[in-house]
């Protein structure tokens, strides 16, 4: 199994620029979630799929941010416009409530580290 | 609030010794489980303890539950410069799909 796939690594960009983060999960996991970490604020939740369905949205800060699943492989996280407090580094995870493990391990990407200037 | 805070923030200790890191809990839970971040990289799962188990064993690790006092504390035993790496514990809350995570200990073993 590749792992769960993120692109890009790594992204500078301007105020007011609009970001894509993309993020392919596991094949055959049935949840998929993105985070936010930063040093002041930790690891926090913005949003988890299940089966390509937002479940809980709650995490996620302003109307700047937006995620969709189109389909099982695949899914985006948008900033539009961003803004230098975006600046984080973004993880993508998922996982499987039939695989070994369970439903709540976890199998996180490498990260999207993103600087807004 | 963060539902898990760690105690340590930071750890740092001989390679060879043993790192015992500590993680507290507000809400009832389904399960606890720690990760391994290494810097720059995501979150590795390393143990998941179920809420009805006190122990567990896996490797070099140990993990213990006291859902009584809401604590977990993550032992590592015999620790290697390959254990540098921030740990993070994280709960599956009761009737909710989604993991709550601490802010971390970061630990530190000198060769």
């Known amino acids: 199994d590749a792992g769960v796939i993120q692109s890009p690594r790594h992204e500078v960009t301007e105020m007011g620029q609009e970001v894509t983060l993309r993020c392919k999960p596991i094949?055959?996991?049935?949840?998929l979630f993105w985070y936010r970490q930063t040093m002041m604020r930790g690891l926090e939740l913005l949003i988890y799929?299940?089966?390509?369905?937002?479940?809980?949205d709650s995490g996620m800060p302003e109307d700047r941010f937006s995620a969709k699943m189109p389909n099982a492989s695949f899914s985006t996280l948008k900033i539009q416009p961003s803004e230098p407090r975006d600046s984080a580094v973004y993880f993508c995870?998922?996982?499987?409530?039939?695989?070994?493990?369970?439903?709540?391990?976890?199998?996180f990407g490498p990260g999207t580290r993103l600087l807004v200037l | 609030s963060q539902q898990g805070e760690e105690d340590p923030q930071a750890l740092s200790i001989q390679e060879g010794e043993n790192a015992t890191m500590n993680c507290s809990y507000k809400?009832?839970?389904?399960?606890l489980q720690w990760y391994r971040q290494n810097s720059g990289r995501g979150l590795v799962h390393l143990i998941l303890?179920?809420?009805?188990?006190r122990e567990k064993h896996s490797g070099r690790l140990r993990v213990t539950l006291d859902t009584s006092k809401k604590s977990s504390s993550l032992l590592i035993t015999a620790s290697r410069a390959a254990d540098t790496a921030s740990y993070f514990c994280?709960?599956?809350?009761?009737?909710?799909?989604?993991?709550?995570f601490g802010q971390g200990t970061r630990l530190t073993i000198n060769p």
């Open positions: 995870a998922s996982s499987s409530r039939l695989r070994t493990g369970g439903r709540e391990t976890q199998y």
């Open positions: 994280a709960t599956a809350i009761q009737g909710a799909q989604k993991l709550v």
């Open positions: 094949s055959g996991h049935d949840y």
């Open positions: 809400t009832s839970i389904n399960n």
């Open positions: 303890i179920r809420s009805n188990e």
């Open positions: 799929f299940n089966n390509n369905v937002p479940i809980d």
